[in-house]
C-alpha cells in the first residue's frame, strides 16, 4: 500500500529509472516495514520544474500509505533525501516531500479496499 511518486528535472535513461525504482521499493519496505510487495514506486524524470527561482537540480516526492506514522516522517525525509542524493544528484535542500497517510477505505486495491 505504500506509493512514492518522484518527479525531478534530472534526466535519467529508462535503464536509470528501472534502477532507481528497485532502490525506492526497497527503502520505502524497509524504512516503514511493510512488505516489498506492496510497495509501488513511480518516477517521471525530465520534468519542467524550479525551484528557489532556479532550473538547477531538484525534486518533489509524494509519499502515501495506509498508517503512516507522522513520528517516523523526519527519519523517512532523511531516507528519501539520501537516496535521492545518492542516486540522482539532487541536494537534500532541493528536494521537497509530502507525507499523506491514508484511511483503509480509502486506498483500493484487487477489486477491493484495505
Known amino acids: 500500500m505504500p506509493y512514492l511518486k518522484l518527479q525531478t528535472n534530472q534526466v ?3 535503464d536509470e529509472k528501472a534502477a532507481l525504482c528497485e532502490i525506492a521499493s526497497e527503502c520505502v519496505a524497509q524504512s516503514l516495514e511493510k512488505s516489498k510487495n506492496y510497495v ?3 518516477i517521471q524524470s525530465d520534468m519542467a ?3 528557489a ?3 538547477g537540480p531538484c525534486a518533489f516526492v509524494e509519499l502515501k500509505s495506509i498508517g503512516l ?3 517516523r516522517t523526519l527519519e523517512l525525509s532523511r531516507n528519501i533525501c ?3 542524493q545518492h542516486n540522482i544528484g539532487v541536494p537534500p535542500e532541493r528536494t521537497y516531500i509530502e507525507f499523506s497517510d ?3 477505505a480509502m486506498w483500493g486495491w484487487n477489486g477491493k479496499t484495505f
Do not use: C
Open 53 to 55: 527561482n532556479g532550473d
Open 12 to 14: 535519467l535513461s529508462r
Open 102 to 104: 491514508t484511511e483503509r
Open 69 to 71: 506514522p507522522a513520528e
Open 49 to 51: 520544474m524550479t525551484f
Open 40 to 42: 509501488m514506486v513511480t
Open 82 to 84: 539520501d537516496l535521492i
